[in-house]
C-alpha cells in the first residue's frame, strides 16, 4: 500500500476549497445543459474511439460535480476514483469547446488541485493497465 | 381555480422569473471581474489590428463586423462537427423566443389586461412554428436516448427540465386545436408556462441568460468579443 493510502482525508479542507471556489464552479455545472456537443472538440475522446468517459462535460461532471453533489464529505477511495479522470483522461490543453462558454479546464485544474491538497496524485510506479498518456 | 392560475400566480411567475435573473446576473458580475484581456475571437483574421486598449465604439463596431462575418462563414463554428444539431438546436431557439411573444392569443389576453398588445404572427404560421418546436424536441428526446455520448451524462433530471421546456409548447398546441377537454389543457397550459418561468434562473434553463454573459463578456479562445471578464 503507497503512502497515499495510509494518511487520512482532510474533509474540511476540501470543504473549503469547495466553497472558496462556489460561485463560479457550481455555476458552470449547474448551468451545463449535458448537451455533448463538447465532446468532438477533445483530442482524447477522438482517440479512444469515441468513448464518453473522455467528453469533457462528463469528466468534471463524474470529478467535480460529484465532490459537491457530496459537499466534500468523501474518503480516499472516492479521490483516487477521480485521480484517473482528471490526470488520466485530460491533458488541460483547452482544445474544449461549450457552446454557452463554461471553461472546463479550469474545473479540471481545480479537481487537480483538490486531489493534490490531499496528497492524492499520479505515482509514476502504480501498475495500470492504461499509459497515463 | 382558474382565475388564480390565469391571474396570481402568473405574476408570481414573472416576478420569480425577472427576480430570479437580476439575482443571477448580479452574482456574475460580483464574481467577475474586469480585466484586460486581449484574447483573439474565433476569426482572429477578420479583427483589425488595434492597440491593446480599445474604445467602447470600436469594440462594439468589431463585435458587429465579427458577427456578420461569422454568420456569413460557417468557419470554426459545430457546423463542421454537427450540422443536424446545429440546424435543430437554432430552429427551436428562435421558436422558443418567437412564439411566446409574436402569439395571437397571448397578444388578444395582453391587449384585454393591459391595453397594449404587440404584433402578432399570423396563426397558421405559429402553428407551424409550434409543431417545429415539438419536432425539434423530440429530435433532443431521440438524441438523449440513443446517443452514447449523451446517455452516458444523462439523468432524470435531463428529461425533467425537457419536459418543463416542451410543456408549454406541447399544451398550446393541443389547446389551439382544441383536442381533449379545453378547459383542463388551458389550465395544465399556464402551469407549464409558470412552471417554466420560475425553473429558468435555478436550473440549467439559465443559459438563457448565462450564453450571452459567458460568451460575451468573460475572455476566453471561444469568446465572441474581447472578454474583458474573468473569474
Known amino acids: 500500500m503507497s503512502n497515499q493510502e495510509i494518511k487520512p482525508i482532510d474533509t474540511e479542507k476540501i470543504k473549503e476549497m469547495l466553497n472558496h ?13 449535458h448537451c455533448s456537443l463538447c465532446a468532438e472538440s477533445c483530442f482524447l475522446y477522438r482517440a479512444h474511439n469515441k468513448d464518453p468517459q473522455y467528453m469533457p462535460s462528463y469528466k468534471i461532471i463524474q470529478s467535480l460535480g460529484k465532490l459537491y453533489k457530496k459537499r466534500g464529505d468523501v474518503d480516499r477511495r472516492f479521490l483516487i476514483e477521480i485521480k484517473g479522470i482528471v490526470w488520466r483522461n485530460c491533458v488541460l490543453c483547452g482544445r474544449c469547446y461549450c457552446p ?4 472546463v479546464p479550469s474545473m479540471i485544474a481545480f479537481t ?13 510506479d ?3 493497465s492504461e499509459s497515463w498518456l | ?21 437580476l439575482y443571477q446576473g448580479n452574482q456574475f458580475f460580483k464574481l467577475t471581474r474586469k480585466k484586460e484581456w486581449i484574447l483573439p475571437p474565433l476569426c482572429g483574421d477578420m479583427m483589425p489590428h488595434r492597440v491593446p486598449v480599445v474604445e467602447k465604439r470600436v469594440l462594439i463596431k468589431t463585435v458587429v463586423q465579427y458577427i456578420i462575418a461569422g454568420l456569413a462563414s460557417l468557419k470554426g463554428t459545430l457546423w463542421k462537427t454537427d450540422p443536424l444539431m446545429m440546424i435543430v438546436t437554432s430552429v427551436f431557439h428562435v421558436c422558443l423566443i418567437l412564439l411566446p411573444i409574436f402569439l395571437l392569443g397571448h397578444n388578444i389576453l395582453l391587449d384585454q389586461s393591459w391595453g397594449v398588445s404587440l404584433w402578432s404572427l399570423p396563426e397558421f404560421f405559429t402553428d407551424g412554428l409550434t409543431i417545429a418546436v415539438l419536432i425539434c424536441v423530440a429530435f433532443f428526446l431521440m438524441r438523449r436516448l440513443f446517443l452514447a455520448r449523451v446517455r452516458a451524462i444523462t439523468s432524470f433530471y435531463d428529461y425533467f427540465v425537457l419536459l418543463i421546456a416542451v410543456g408549454p409548447f406541447l399544451t398550446g398546441f393541443l389547446a389551439y386545436h382544441q383536442w ?45 468579443t474581447r472578454g474583458s471578464r474573468t473569474w
Open chain 1, 21 to 33: 471556489q462556489k460561485g463560479k464552479m457550481k455555476r458552470y455545472l449547474s448551468f451545463c445543459s
Open chain 1, 100 to 103: 454557452i462558454g463554461i471553461h
Open chain 1, 112 to 124: 487537480r488541485s483538490i486531489c493534490r491538497s490531499q496528497d492524492v496524485y499520479p505515482q509514476p
Open chain 1, 126 to 128: 502504480e501498475v495500470s
Open chain 2, 1 to 21: 381555480m382558474y382565475d388564480l392560475i390565469e391571474g396570481q400566480l402568473v405574476s408570481i411567475a414573472f416576478i420569480i422569473f425577472v427576480l430570479g435573473l
Open chain 2, 180 to 224: 381533449f377537454d379545453y378547459r383542463i389543457v388551458m389550465i395544465l397550459h399556464i402551469l407549464a408556462g409558470e412552471l417554466m418561468l420560475i425553473t429558468i434562473p435555478f436550473t440549467k434553463l439559465g443559459h438563457m441568460l448565462f450564453f450571452f454573459l459567458y460568451r460575451f463578456l468573460i475572455g476566453s479562445e471561444y469568446s465572441f
